[in-house]
């Protein structure tokens, strides 16, 4: 049954941790987002077993107090006994008018929501929340001295916050995320309080006399300002209503200004991904000498990837960051007894900026290998590979491709069979539109099992053709010198079934003639899962389990892809996820199902926050 599980022993070949670390001092250049020399969060795990397990406690602690301060202190004014409790003490502490305590309470607001926000990254141990915090908590502190309540829950548990973060200062030693547009924020800021200053400035200017006494530009101004942070100001209003709506648009701006701003500070920012030229190529070479090892070591070539290799160059792992998490997808590339010292570049960098440490799609070798660095491992699936020297079409159990296969080639189905380098650029531009007009979804699916482009060096390309129209199309890109691993399968909707069935057929028929020996088709979702459950027999789990994954291929392509493998009689790999623990699978997962193309976030909502 798929499940969670520790791998502690490898039944291929042995791997020397650490070996790939021992032959250079030097460290290649990686990407531009983790250059640089090696912060303090480097040394972390030099230090005493108890020394970590102590920071990560009072991480978890700090969190969890710095939620409680926000939540008390929003409370605190949201609640009728926190608001009766500030009237009358601030206006004879600041000596302001009765009005201020508008802006007192909407300081109190932002500040513990604020405090909410910060607590995310408090998690990840980053240092500029860990100072904001502080700064948030001294503020709540000092703010409730003045309201004569330092005595009371949010005070008291504020003082002991800030003493906390003092004492707890080493471990908060995550840099800020690496990227573009930092001035976002600041942007953000100017541009909602200047909006909702000349809403109100204009309110103001075009009021007749009736509803308000005649202001000059100074006064129109000031009253405006004000309104941003809920004070009152020279204004005469003569109507109740125009005196609520400029303080209500007032505030509403200046604080949508504050948390706007403070979520493009504070959000887990995701440096855009690119392979530079040089990298590629270092990358092409550790495929061309251990390619073999792995089907989805190609996918590392992909775009939207940064990379980090071992001091030995000897190795390297392929990520992308989403979400907080830092996404690694397949195997390490390179010679599997520099794989640790590949890793460990990796978790340095996360550790580095307080990113989630992830895997996507290894092997049972690579999960093995990660499981050493105390993460976890769950079974996710398998992927389908066929030998090509012992596949036919003949015998009882190809039957249904056997017959999907002479229905085509009745219908006038042709197949052709070329390698990337074979078609023109104008053929092979048509191809790629074909395969983005089919593809069925807005963006390309796949992350760690698709390279998404077409027409690569060494890739083959099948097509499916009827009366000189393509109908099906298949990519296959490079596995080792040896192999092929499957990267799009797109068809015409309107084609008959089993245009995908007769391709595949006759890619695996005439593989030899390219000294094919084996290749890597479609990756099985929770294979095991459905396979047990569909027994007789089968426990009520493992009966609800594979009714569940029947109920979510409405969606995601998860039995129909089983089943489309399974017609071609192939061996079963087994694939991974690795993350941290469970605290962390849901942001692990969020993660993996945006860079997959699945889901995650909503996308009309991050294009919007990205603009």
């Given amino acids: 049954m798929a499940g969670r599980r520790r791998l502690d022993t490898v039944g291929e070949e042995p791997i020397a941790e650490g070996k790939g670390r021992e032959q250079s001092d030097a460290v290649p250049d990686g990407p531009s987002a983790v250059n640089g020399s090696r912060s303090a969060a480097a040394g972390e795990e030099r230090r005493p077993a108890v020394w970590r397990l102590t920071g990560a406690v009072s991480v978890v602690v700090i969190t969890w107090v710095t939620r409680l301060v926000g939540l008390l202190t929003v409370l605190s004014v949201v609640l009728p006994l926190g608001r009766r409790g500030m009237r009358g003490h601030v206006a004879q502490w600041l000596t ?9 309470a909407a300081v109190a607001v932002v500040t513990g929501v604020l405090l909410m926000m910060l607590a995310s990254g408090l998690r990840r141990r980053k240092r500029r929340a860990w100072q904001l915090t502080l700064a948030a908590s001294l503020l709540v502190a000092v703010s409730h001295v003045g ?7 949010p005070g008291l548990v504020s003082v002991a916050l800030a003493v906390a973060l003092l004492v707890n200062r ?8 690496p990227v573009t547009g930092r001035w976002r924020a600041v942007r953000v800021f100017v541009q909602l309080v200047v909006a909702g200053l000349l809403i109100n400035f204009t309110l103001l200017t075009v009021a007749p006399a009736r509803l308000l006494t005649p202001l000059n530009f100074q006064d129109r101004f000031t009253e405006s300002a004000l309104a941003l942070i809920g004070v ?3 204004a005469e209003f003569h109507v109740t209503w125009l005196d609520d709506l400029v303080a209500s648009i007032g505030l509403l701006f200046g604080l949508g200004a504050v948390l706007l701003a403070a979520y493009f500070l504070l959000r887990s920012a995701e440096p855009a991904p690119h392979l530079s030229e040089a990298e590629k190529e270092r990358l092409r070479t550790l495929l061309a000498r251990h390619g073999e090892r792995d089907s989805l070591g190609y996918f590392a070539l992909r775009d939207d990837k940064f990379v ?16 907080g998490a830092a996404v690694a997808s397949g195997d390490p590339l390179g010679d599997s007894e520099a794989w640790p010292g590949a890793i460990e570049e990796f978790l340095d960098v996360c550790r580095r900026y307080g990113w989630v440490p992830s895997v996507m799609g290894c092997s049972e070798l690579g999960a093995t290998v990660w499981a050493r660095y105390g993460l976890d491992v769950l079974e996710i699936g398998d992927e389908a590979i066929v030998d090509v020297d012992t596949f036919t079409l003949d015998g009882r159990a190809m039957r249904g491709v056997r017959q999907a296969v002479s229905r085509t080639r009745r219908a006038g189905y042709e197949v052709r069979v070329r390698q990337a380098d074979e078609i023109d650029g104008e053929e092979r531009a048509q191809l790629e539109a074909l395969a983005a007009h089919w593809r069925g979804s807005d963006t390309e699916r796949g992350f760690s099992m698709a390279l998404g482009r077409m027409g690569d060096p060494g890739a083959v390309i099948v097509t499916a053709e009827q009366q000189g129209q393509v109908r099906g199309l298949l990519q296959f890109v490079p596995w080792g010198r040896h192999g092929l691993s ?3 399968m797109r068809r015409d909707r309107a084609a008959d079934n089993g245009v995908n069935e007769l391709m595949i057929s006759e890619l695996l028929l005439t593989a030899r003639e390219r000294h094919v020996k084996h290749v890597s088709l479609n990756f099985a979702a929770f294979r095991k899962l459905m396979e047990q459950g569909q027994r007789i027999g089968a426990g009520p789990v493992a009966r609800l389990s594979a009714k569940v994954l029947h109920w979510a291929s409405r969606w995601v392509q998860i039995e129909t892809l089983y089943r489309f493998n399974a017609k071609f009689q192939p061996r079963w790999l087994p694939r991974y ?3 941290p623990g469970v605290r962390e699978l849901p942001r692990v997962g969020v993660a993996v199902f945006e860079a997959e193309g699945l889901g995650g976030r909503s996308r009309w909502l991050m294009r919007m926050l990205r603009r």
């Fill in 308 to 323: 980090v290799f071992s001091k030995t160059g000897k190795a390297a792992v392929t990520y992308r960051v989403i979400a």
């Fill in 486 to 488: 499957l990267d799009v």
């Fill in 232 to 234: 009152s100001g020279p």
């Fill in 577 to 579: 996820l690795v993350y």
């Fill in 96 to 104: 302001l008018p009765q009005e201020a305590t508008t802006a007192a």
């Fill in 147 to 153: 309201l004569r309540h330092l005595f009371g829950a």
């Fill in 170 to 177: 080493r471990y908060f030693i995550a840099l800020p995320d």
